[in-house]
């Protein structure tokens, strides 16, 4: 972002930052009744979604983020994965949570990389705990944090930690996220949070965001999610998207044959039907072949739940985030189903995998 885009940001925005002011996911915003309206094929979103606002916006500059530094716009313009997150004051939305409680199985607070987002943070993890009875994710930016830090999130009702890795490669993480990128986030610090979270919260309380399609190799990307794996840490998949604007609007998706590949190559390996050494790949460095028993590859994809969107569940157990459109948009494919996809979509995913 140009600093004639940061001097030229309304005044009003000033006075609407965290933490009395957060912004929400535009299906948050249904949700406790700010906006109107219905999404395609009635999904649901179980998560209410916030996110830190700041008039200076988000210090990192990654290369496909929607707040990016370098994106044009004031910050509380921008949107983020593509859709609007309206601004509103914390307690009016602490309050409408507690008014719609019965629809909110799960709170995320997702941080940007700013000087006071971990004090703020605080402030508003506090607000929520203080009124709202449901679980709290806490999805952070790594490199505000370090062991002390994790623990008081802990302490204050934490119970998820999310980390946005979302490259699966040391080269991509530089390329779009580090120094290559002009930012200032590092790949052995996001590991290094991710392994001292899992340390403090536990098996399986820690996830991973991780992105197909921005640089790195098939390969990669199933290391990365054994290695997760083998430190009991959640992988959430996502498919880039381009965002209108940023430094990587005019780079192709992946395909979907390979987002599904990697997303039934990630659903077995994580019940041990899949050794890393079974995934064959071709001469481009592609999923060719997954060597396991036909009867687990046939029941992996007739229940669909390899293509099932990640994300954490509320207190039942069931998935609370969805995430709706977060990696594609209305009346497309879905890349990954916010709910048990039908017959029909499990046929249709046959054929997108291609095998
Ligand atoms: S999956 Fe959803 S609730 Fe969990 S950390 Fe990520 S954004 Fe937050």
Same mark, same amino acid.
């Given at each position: 972002?140009s600093?004639?885009?940061v001097?030229?940001t309304? *005044?009003?925005?000033m006075?609407?930052e965290?933490? !009395?002011?957060?912004?929400?996911?535009?299906?948050?915003?249904m949700?406790?009744g700010?906006?109107?309206?219905?999404?395609?094929r009635d999904?649901r979103?179980h998560?209410i979604?916030l996110l830190?606002?700041?008039?200076?916006?988000?210090n990192?500059n990654?290369a496909?983020?929607?707040?990016?530094r370098?994106?044009?716009?004031?910050?509380?313009?921008?949107? $983020?994965i593509r859709?609007? /997150?309206?601004?509103?004051?914390?307690?009016?939305?602490?309050?409408?949570?507690?008014?719609?409680?019965?629809?909110?199985?799960r709170?995320?607070?997702?941080?940007?990389?700013?000087r006071?987002?971990?004090?703020d943070?605080?402030d508003?993890i506090?607000?929520?705990?203080?009124?709202?009875d449901?679980?709290?994710?806490?999805?952070?930016?790594?490199n505000?944090f370090?062991?002390?830090?994790?623990?008081? $999130?802990?302490?204050?009702?934490?119970d998820?930690?999310?980390v946005?890795?979302d490259?699966?490669?040391?080269?991509a993480?530089?390329?779009t996220?580090?120094?290559?990128?002009r930012?200032p986030?590092?790949w052995?610090q996001? /590991?290094?949070t991710?392994?001292?979270?899992?340390q403090? $919260?536990?098996?399986?309380?820690?996830?991973?965001?991780?992105?197909?399609g921005i640089?790195?190799t098939?390969?990669?990307?199933? &290391?990365v999610?054994?290695?997760?794996?083998?430190?009991?840490?959640n992988?959430?998949?996502?498919?880039?998207?381009?965002?209108? !604007?940023s430094?990587?609007?005019? #780079?192709?998706?992946?395909?979907?044959?390979?987002f599904?590949?990697l997303?039934?190559?990630?659903?077995?390996?994580q019940?041990g039907?899949l050794?890393?050494?079974?995934?064959?790949? !071709?001469?481009a460095?592609?999923?060719?072949?997954?060597?396991?028993l036909?009867?687990?590859?046939?029941?992996?994809?007739? *229940?669909?739940?390899p293509?099932l969107t990640g994300g954490?569940?509320?207190? &039942?157990g069931?998935?609370?985030?969805?995430?709706?459109?977060? *990696?594609?948009?209305p009346g497309?494919p879905? #890349?990954?189903?916010?709910?048990?996809?039908?017959?029909?979509?499990v046929a249709?995913?046959?054929?997108e995998l291609g /095998?």
């Open positions: 972002m600093t004639t885009a001097d030229q309304p *005044s009003v925005e006075s609407r965290s933490p !009395d002011h957060v912004r929400i996911s535009l299906a948050a915003a949700v406790l700010v906006r109107p309206g219905r999404f395609y999904v979103l998560c979604n830190l606002t700041y008039a200076d916006g988000c990192a990654c496909y983020c929607g707040l990016s370098r994106r044009a716009g004031g910050y509380g313009e921008r949107s $983020f859709v609007d /997150w309206p601004t509103l004051p914390t307690d009016e939305v602490v309050a409408r949570m507690e008014r719609y409680s019965a629809a909110v199985a709170v995320c607070v997702s941080m940007v990389s700013h006071r987002a971990y004090e943070t605080v508003i506090r607000r929520i705990h203080s009124r709202v449901a679980p709290i994710s806490a999805l952070i930016a790594a505000l370090d062991r002390d830090r994790l623990t008081e $999130f802990r302490q204050l009702g934490v998820t930690i999310g946005g890795l490259a699966t490669s040391e080269t993480f530089e390329r996220r580090g120094r290559r990128a930012g986030l590092s052995r996001y /590991w290094q991710i392994e001292e979270a899992r403090i $919260f536990g098996p399986f309380k820690v996830n991973a965001h991780v992105m197909v640089g790195e098939d390969r990669q990307f199933v &290391d999610i054994a290695r997760l794996q083998e430190m009991e840490v992988a959430y998949l996502f498919s880039f998207y381009p965002e209108v !604007d430094p990587m609007a005019r #780079r192709r998706r992946p395909s979907l044959r390979r599904r590949r997303q039934l190559a990630k659903y077995l390996l019940r039907c050794g890393v050494g079974d995934v064959v790949y !071709d001469e460095g592609r999923i060719h072949r997954l060597d396991v036909p009867s687990s590859m046939e029941q992996a994809i007739a *229940s669909g739940e293509f954490c569940a509320g207190k &039942d069931s998935l609370a985030c969805t995430r709706p459109f977060g *990696s594609y948009r497309e879905f #890349r990954d189903f916010p709910f048990q996809p039908t017959g029909e979509d249709r995913v046959r054929r /095998w």
